[in-house]
C-alpha cells in the first residue's frame, strides 16, 4: 500500500513539473454566456486553479468525517451512559453521581456471597435447576 501511495505522488509530481514548464504558453478561453464575460487563462493556471477546488473539496469532505467520527462517538457515550443508568436503576442503586465526581464503590461482600441476581447452580442458563 505505501510503495502505491509512493508511486501515485511521482506520479503527481510529473504532472505538475510537466504543466507549470510547458503551461504557460497555451492558454484557454472561458466564456460565460450569461453575465456576458470572457475569461482568458493559461493552462497552467486552469491546473492551478482545479488543484486549489480539489484542496477545497479535500478539506469539506475531512470536516465531514471528522464531524461524523465525533458525532458517533457521542452517540456510542450516550447509549452507554443511558445503559449504565437502566442497570443502576433495575438493580436500585443510589443515584448517580454529580458529573466529574466518581461512582461510589460496591461494598465486598463477606463469606463469599453471591452476587445479587446472579445464581451460581445455574452456570448462567437460567431456569435450569441441578439438585
Do not use: Y
Not at 464503590?105 to 448462567?124: H, I, K, L, M, Y
Amino acid at each position: 500500500m505505501i510503495v502505491l501511495a509512493v508511486l501515485l505522488l511521482l506520479v503527481v509530481a510529473l504532472v505538475v513539473l510537466f504543466v507549470v514548464v510547458t503551461g504557460t504558453t497555451p492558454t484557454v478561453s472561458l466564456e460565460w454566456a450569461q453575465i456576458n464575460t470572457t475569461i482568458t487563462l493559461t493552462a497552467l493556471a486552469v491546473f492551478l486553479l482545479g488543484a486549489a477546488c480539489l484542496l477545497v473539496a479535500q478539506l469539506g469532505l475531512s470536516m465531514l468525517l471528522r464531524g461524523n467520527r465525533k458525532s458517533a462517538e457521542r452517540r456510542k457515550e450516550l447509549k452507554h451512559l443511558r445503559r449504565v443508568e437502566a442497570e443502576r436503576a433495575r438493580h436500585g442503586d443510589a443515584p448517580t453521581a454529580p458529573s466529574g465526581a466518581a461512582a461510589p464503590a460496591e461494598p465486598a461482600r463477606s463469606g463469599g456471597a453471591p452476587a445479587q441476581g446472579s445464581r451460581p447452580d445455574t452456570g448462567g442458563r437460567a431456569g435450569s435447576s441441578r439438585s
